[in-house]
C-alpha cells in the first residue's frame, strides 16, 4: 500500500460492547487495546449495557464493527436484541458483527443464521481478529 493509500484510508471503527449482567471485563479491555495497537478507533461501552444502549452506541459513533463481547451464557437472547435493534435503524448491513466468548457450537449456527458475521471463542488469537477485521470490515 503506497503512503498516500494509507493517509486517505478511513480508521475503521470499532465498539466493543459489554451487554448484560456479565461483569467480567477483562477481556474486552484486553481486545480494545489489541485493536486500538492494531491502528482501530476504539469505543468501548462499559459493563452492564442493556442491548438498546449498545444498538444506540453503535448508530451514534457510526462504527464499522460490532463487536460483542459476552461471557454470561444469555448470547440467545441479547445478540438477538441488539441485531433487531440494528435493524431497526438501517444499521445492520454495513456493520461487521462480531461475537466474542464462550457460545456452545450449536448456537454459534443459530447466531450465524441470524446475521452474526464470526464468532471469537476461548484461545482465538489477536491475530486472528485482526485479520478477520481488515479483511471483512465493510468500505462505506
Known amino acids: ?40 478507533e476504539v469505543i468501548y461501552s462499559g ?16 462504527v464499522d464493527v460490532v463487536g460483542i463481547s459476552i461471557l454470561s451464557g444469555a448470547h440467545n437472547t441479547l445478540v438477538p436484541k441488539i441485531l433487531d435493534g440494528l435493524r431497526e435503524y438501517d444499521a445492520f448491513d454495513d456493520r461487521l458483527i462480531l461475537v466474542g466468548g464462550i457460545v456452545p457450537d450449536d448456537d454459534q449456527e443459530e447466531l450465524r443464521g441470524q446475521g452474526v458475521d464470526e464468532i471469537f471463542g476461548p484461545g482465538a488469537s489477536m491475530e486472528e481478529m485482526i485479520d478477520y477485521i481488515h479483511e471483512n470490515a465493510p468500505e462505506r
Open 47 to 62: 459493563l452492564h449495557r442493556a442491548p438498546d444502549e449498545v444498538v444506540q452506541a453503535a448508530v451514534q459513533e457510526d
Open 1 to 40: 500500500m503506497s503512503v498516500e493509500q494509507e493517509q486517505t484510508e478511513r480508521t475503521i471503527r470499532c465498539l466493543v460492547a459489554k451487554v448484560g449482567l456479565d461483569g467480567h471485563d477483562r477481556g474486552a479491555h484486553v481486545i480494545a487495546r489489541a485493536l486500538r495497537d492494531a491502528g482501530f
